[in-house]
């Protein structure tokens, strides 16, 4: 009996012995046993909380494998990211994240910075991108992980001993839900194809890729820690799925400007990874590569391009078929010839006749697109392997040339110090300022960017200047020199064209942002050398502790030259504190008060509110014994309704992020919200400029008509209507105020019958083109709207508008097209001139000369002098007209009070 038991006992040890390794080590489950299907399977769509479960396991199955959170989305999903390498790389990760550091900031040179290129790792960044209708790349991560992490390849081997991998699966988690929800109420409909009637981020939608120098939104701030704060990855690779109809994917090298600034090692080094991603479609036989399409080298802001300001390589792919249905590519209405353009907006669409040659069915092979697409049925696992294919082949770029890398960044970073030793060596910011507030944040956009910077202990001196203590120093001989020069300078966006009678080339994106200008931030440029007691600024910096002086008998006085004092006065309105603003300049005790300044009466809670607000916001009070004027009105806090149109605007989404974050809590209000509710409830509702879509005729389709019918399930389709146009109307005969920016202002003038015209309206690109640029304005700081303004500000100009006089029976002198009043007759006879006569007011005008400040401009002739906002008086009410976007993606902070003092003028009875 005992025998046998032994026996059983000892073939048991011999069983566990051979299956426990066995189990082991046996390979970590693949996505599609955790998803049910693979990904690139038609019609399939994979959650986020799949997802989640696929990558927890994989990275408690596997040692390759580390998974980490590194932040939440918009609306509070985590943010993971993944590390993939060898178990002998992880177990080093700190000591090969420390040798990329020193390496990518130039802290080491010669021998040493040899020593630790050869010691050092390839870094590497790969993301499931952050455009959700773009649905391939978030799809596809789950299985490039798994092959990078279990695939037994020399290649593969090659690749982990190398390459430290970062992968972010998602970057959008929140977009990823509300794309994949619709798509699956939608599947088998004949809505299929159709998008989210919301955006695809809460807040900006496809934005969230023009955020990373502000770095606004929860996702941007997540990674610009890992990139430009912890890793320095030498790689960065983003992925798009937007290509031409006629091509699989775009990859590098890219269309002409390169920005300047930029290390010509990042743009050859950017060539090579893309030579590198071309060669190996060509030899995997996918065709369909193309390269130099449109997307330029110019502009920062992007995932892509922020790195170049970072001596980093940044790969953008827009890679076809974005969509998880079938599709068909017809051949035959392929265009003739590929043109590569400047121009992103025309890829794709068929060539003037003077570029046509005979038609093969093909387009012929070029030098940037070796092997052209054929066309024909096309399913969604195409997509996912051109991306995962993309993905291999940066890794290999990396593995091959992993000393290179970690040497090139490092010499471009001594590149970068050295030319920080001439010209522009220090940038001084004095904290106290106008907007003190907005110099933190913008030397907080700097830190996020990985940029080093002091602070004054005492105060010192620059020559006859004098800086206090708590001015803040940049050095500019630092390795990511580039992103502070592009940062805190001017744009010069170059001519383009290489014949002059040629058309001008549109930018693309934006050309100008030059922060400063944007957010009224003083910054000196100094050449010489600074003896000045510098101590490193520490992370993010926080406001100093606001002063309460005086007296408090009868309330509180606070400037309004600060986008903080909204804040704080939105917070105690929504205490039901009693507030005010003077109506005229005061003087109360020894302060005197501008006009503007907001008043707080005293009241039982009032001094410990007061004292939180200065502490929190970092703002000024003024304690007053008496009160200060009787010229005051009273404030509440405005109960702001919103326009969210089915079109998803990302305008739409940016006011309402900005409203939020000044205590605005405005209302969101659809077509049948405006057409059957009662919009007596709110002082104000905005009009947000009509982006989004671009299959309507003009902006101003989008909000009237929105949707056609038959594109989008019937709740979705009308727009606002005429029935929401008279009620929006209505509302302001009322005494109502509406608030348009943008071409939203076109929507107010022609359905409300506003006297006003927009000067530029319909104005050919050849005679006038601002697509994103800082223009020049004058601003009247005696009226309540531009209460706490300067009186010059930098206004962010993208293909806006400027207004002027409407003209006598409907005869307008038209600069654009060559017309003149004298030359309109009516019986054989010229209609008589007389001088218009204005019914609005001008809040903000275009300077007279010199308007371009930071970007490029063709026509500034035609807006100089001309309104660029206006309060036009409607009925008992106003609409607000900006003819440009005052809080463009969250970048304009200067003119941001413009938006903030039209709301709560709304609420003075």
Not at 246 to 269: F, L
Not at 338 to 358: F, K, M, T, V
Not at 374 to 403: K, N
Not at 766 to 793: H, Q, R, W
């Amino acid at each position: 009996m005992v025998n046998s038991v032994q026996k059983q006992l000892v073939r048991f040890i011999l069983v566990c012995s051979v299956l426990v390794p066995a189990l082991l080590n046996a390979a970590p489950k693949s996505p599609a046993e955790i998803f049910g299907f693979n990904p690139g399977d038609d019609y399939k769509l994979a959650s986020y909380e799949q997802m989640e479960t696929y990558y927890r396991q994989l990275a408690a199955e596997s040692d390759r494998v580390e998974l980490r959170e590194i932040g939440e989305s918009a609306l509070g999903r985590t943010l993971f990211l993944l590390t993939i390498s060898s178990p002998e790389n992880l177990a080093n990760q700190d000591r090969y994240k420390s040798i990329s550091a020193q390496l990518a900031r130039a802290r080491v040179a010669g021998d040493e910075a040899d020593q630790l290129a050869v010691e050092g790792k390839a870094v590497v960044w790969i993301d499931g991108g952050l455009h959700a209708t773009e649905v391939a790349h978030a799809q596809m991560t789950s299985q490039l992980a798994h092959r990078v992490a279990t695939e037994e390849s020399a290649e593969m081997r090659h690749i982990r001993d190398n390459v430290i991998f970062l992968l972010m699966p998602v970057m959008n988690p929140d977009g990823l839900e509300i794309v994949r929800k619709w798509y699956d109420r939608q599947l088998g409909t004949p809505f299929e194809q159709s998008r989210p009637p919301e955006l695809y981020h809460h807040y900006v939608g496809h934005d969230n890729n023009r955020d990373f120098f502000m770095n606004n939104m929860p996702e941007s701030k997540a990674v610009a820690k890992v990139i430009y704060n912890e890793w320095y990855p030498q790689i960065v690779y983003n992925q798009h799925q937007s290509s031409p109809g006629y091509a699989r994917i775009v990859i590098p090298p890219y269309s002409d400007p390169v920005n300047p600034i930029i290390h010509p090692g990042v743009t050859t080094g950017l060539n090579e990874v893309g030579s590198a991603m071309g060669n190996r479609f060509a030899l995997e036989g996918m065709a369909g590569a193309i390269s130099d399409v449109g997307f330029s080298m110019w502009w920062n802001g992007g995932m892509r391009t922020v790195p170049y300001f970072h001596n980093m390589i940044g790969i953008l792919t827009e890679t076809g078929h974005d969509s998880a249905s079938p599709r068909f590519y017809d051949p035959k209405i392929f265009p003739r010839t590929i043109a590569y353009r400047a121009n992103p907006s025309a890829i794709g669409q068929l060539p003037d006749e003077d570029e046509e040659e005979e038609f093969t069915g093909v387009p012929p092979a070029r030098v940037l697109y070796p092997d052209p697409y054929r066309g024909g049925e096309s399913h969604f696992s195409e997509p996912v392997a051109f991306m995962i294919t993309g993905s291999i082949a940066v890794l290999r770029a990396a593995a091959d040339s992993r000393l290179k890398w970690l040497t090139n960044i490092n010499r471009m970073g001594h590149d970068s110090i050295a030319a920080g030793a001439s010209g522009t060596r220090f940038y001084v910011i004095p904290g106290e300022q106008r907007h003190s507030d907005e110099a933190r944040n913008m030397i907080n956009v700097l830190i996020e960017g990985g940029i080093e910077i002091e602070v004054a202990e005492s105060a010192f001196r620059i020559g006859d200047q004098r800086y206090p203590e708590g001015t803040y120093v940049i050095n500019a001989a630092q390795a990511f020199r580039p992103y502070i020069v592009d940062l805190l300078e001017k744009q010069t966006y170059p001519d383009t064209r290489l014949d002059p009678n040629e058309k001008p080339k549109a930018p693309y994106d934006i050309a100008g942002w030059t922060l400063p200008m944007q957010m009224g931030v003083e910054v000196d440029h100094i050449a010489s050398d600074i003896d000045a007691d510098l101590t490193r600024v520490q992370g993010l910096v926080g406001p100093p502790e606001g002063t309460i002086t005086g007296g408090a008998r009868f309330g509180y006085a606070l400037s309004h030259a600060t986008n903080s004092s909204i804040k704080a006065v939105n917070a105690l309105l929504a205490e039901n504190e009693i507030v005010y603003w003077t109506d005229e300049a005061s003087r109360s005790g020894g302060n005197s008060l501008e006009a503007g300044a907001f008043v707080i009466e005293s009241g039982s809670d009032t001094e410990s509110r007061v004292e939180y607000l200065a502490a929190e916001l970092g703002v000024n009070f003024i304690g007053l014994g008496s009160q200060p004027t009787d010229s005051m009105s009273r404030l509440r806090l405005p109960r702001v309704g919103m326009y969210k149109s089915y079109v998803a605007f990302m305008d739409e989404g940016w006011s309402r992020w900005l409203l939020e974050e000044y205590g605005f809590a405005p209302t969101s209000l659809q077509d049948e919200d405006i057409q059957s509710g009662d919009l007596s409830q709110f002082d104000a509702i905005i009009l947000p400029h009509p982006d989004g879509s671009a299959a309507f005729k003009d902006n101003v389709q989008k909000i009237l008509t929105g949707h056609a019918p038959g594109s989008m399930p019937e709740q979705f389709t009308g727009g606002l209507g005429l029935q929401g146009a008279f009620a929006l109307q209505q509302f302001v005969s009322n005494g109502g105020t509406v608030v348009t920016f943008g071409d939203a202002s076109n929507f107010a003038i022609e359905q409300f019958g506003l006297p006003i015209r927009n000067a530029v309206q319909g104005a050919s690109r050849e005679n006038f083109s601002i697509p994103g640029s800082l223009i020049k304005a004058s601003v009247d700081t005696d009226d309540p709207l531009a209460y706490g303004m300067p009186s010059e500000v930098a206004i962010n100009f993208v293909n806006g508008a400027a207004y002027d006089v409407l003209g006598q029976h409907g005869c307008v002198a038209d600069l654009l097209n060559q017309r003149h009043c004298s030359e309109v007759t009516r019986g054989g006879r010229p209609i008589q001139e007389h001088e218009p006569v204005s019914r609005f007011d001008s809040i903000v005008n275009f300077a007279g000369e010199d308007l371009l400040m930071s970007g490029w401009a063709q026509g500034t002739e035609h807006i100089a002098t001309k309104t660029a906002m206006a309060r036009v008086p409607h009925g008992e009410g106003d609409v607000i007209l900006f003819g440009f976007r005052p809080q463009f993606r969250g970048q304009p902070r200067g003119t941001y009070k413009l938006i903030f003092n039209a709301l709560h003028a709304s609420s003075i009875d």
